[in-house]
């Protein structure tokens, strides 16, 4: 499953990277985007994932993040999360990016992780930047929508489209892809930008590559090595190949 290059690159490598998509938690039954079962198949993005869509209709858009939150706080990390944890373990220096807003990676116990696209367990006010956890947001019986101390409108702290990412977490993602060894892209169809475009940038400042999803996609044809399979069922036993093949393992 894994090449020899493959196995020599990550004996050797000190510093990984691993971006991850919405493929890594599909095993644990958090729906992907893209796809045939995947959520923008059912729902339009246009009408529940931006700013304006937000402002317009706060209940709909509510109404869809709460349903997203009661799924995601019923699931657990697979064994994919789990081989990212021991992963950070092996290596020197390593790195997870990820688009998934679902906290499963903090949940399965990762440590260092750039969440390019916030998390759906945080919420902050549109207007002073209060930031709200779950369990201290108050739905109004009045607009059924949280409202901050500020009297503000309160927001899930996810990206939507036409928004920025986070500038720091974009910066690091962006760097440490230009300086790791490996770089894996896992569980993600690498279309939505900028986080697209980090596996080609590694790939361009001469890292080792690799993909690991269910099926090709868009760069495929542009990485090292490409592994076709479930993240749940790959990366476990990557990790035991990279800890039988050396002793970095603790
Ligand atoms: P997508 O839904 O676009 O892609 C999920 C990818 O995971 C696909 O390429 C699948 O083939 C693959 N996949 C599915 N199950 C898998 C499994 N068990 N193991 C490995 N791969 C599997 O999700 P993302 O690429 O994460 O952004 O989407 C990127 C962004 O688009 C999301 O963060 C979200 C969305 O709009 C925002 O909301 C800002």
Redesign the pocket.
């Known amino acids: 499953m894994f090449s020899n290059l493959l196995i020599q690159r990550l004996t050797a490598a000190k510093t990984v990277v691993v971006l991850t998509?919405?493929?890594?938690s599909?095993?644990s039954g958090v729906p992907?985007?893209?796809?045939e079962k995947?959520l923008?198949k059912h729902y339009r993005?246009e009408e529940l994932?931006n700013f304006d869509a937000f402002i317009r209709n706060p209940k709909l858009v509510w109404e869809w993040y709460n349903f997203r939150k009661n799924l995601i706080y019923k699931v657990n990390p697979n064994p994919?999360h789990f081989a990212l944890v021991e992963m950070e373990k092996i290596f020197e220096n390593f790195y997870l990016i990820t688009?998934?807003?679902d906290n499963l990676h903090q949940k399965a116990g990762s440590q260092k992780i750039y969440e390019l696209?916030g998390n759906i367990m945080r919420n902050r006010c549109v207007d002073c930047n209060k930031y709200y956890n779950d369990d201290q947001l108050i739905f109004s019986e009045k607009d059924q929508v949280p409202h901050c101390e500020c009297g503000g409108l309160i927001r899930p702290d996810?990206?939507?489209?036409g928004e920025s990412l986070p500038a720091y977490e974009l910066e690091m993602s962006f760097k440490i892809a230009r300086i790791c060894d490996a770089f894996f892209s896992?569980?993600?169809?690498?279309?939505?930008q900028p986080?697209a475009s980090l596996p080609l940038e590694a790939i361009q400042a001469g890292a080792y590559v690799v993909e690991?999803?269910?099926?090709p996609?868009v760069i495929t044809n542009y990485v090292h090595e490409s592994i076709i399979g479930?993240?749940?069922e790959v990366l476990p036993k990557l990790v035991k190949e990279i800890q039988h093949s050396s002793n970095k393992s603790i």
């Open positions: 998509g919405a493929g890594v599909a095993e992907t985007f893209r796809g995947g923008w993005p994932a994919g688009q998934n807003v696209h996810v990206v939507w489209f896992v569980g993600t169809s690498a279309v939505v986080a690991i999803n269910s099926e996609t479930k993240s749940g």
